[in-house]
Nanobody, 125 residues
């Protein structure tokens, strides 16, 4: 069964940091792109970051550039999203998903599958 499981969310003050983890199972992490997405209440799900299957290409939404980084540990079959300088507008449920191919493409939800259950990130003082 192709599956991704997110963890690491929580409540953090503005300016704080969190590291989200996406544990992949049922498929080879190095064969597919992995994307991080988020969905705030009343808003559409949006792409946050993506890493290619080879790990040599990453992309980020303009809203998180310079604050978020994406990395992975093939041995642990896990992709990480390091989030620094968090802002209240980063509050959302964060999801990871497996790309249908090895590259990130446009990084839109329709290009990804095997969605996890999500992890809540709340940025508030």
């Amino acid at each position: 069964q192709l599956q991704t499981v997110e963890s690491g969310g929580g409540l953090v003050q503005p300016g704080g940091s969190l590291r989200l983890s996406c544990a992949a199972s049922g498929f080879t992490l190095g064969a597919y792109a992995i994307g991080w997405f988020r969905q705030a209440p009343g808003k559409e799900r949006e792409g946050v970051s993506c890493i290619s299957a080879a790990g040599d290409r990453t992309n980020f939404a303009d809203s998180v550039k310079g604050r978020f980084t994406i990395s992975r540990d093939i041995a642990k079959s896990t992709v990480y999203l390091q989030m620094n300088g968090l802002k209240p507008e980063d509050t959302a449920v964060y999801y990871c998903a497996r790309g249908r191919v090895s590259l990130c493409g446009r990084g839109v939800p329709a290009e990804f599958g095997s969605w996890g259950q999500g992890t809540q990130v709340t940025v508030s003082s």
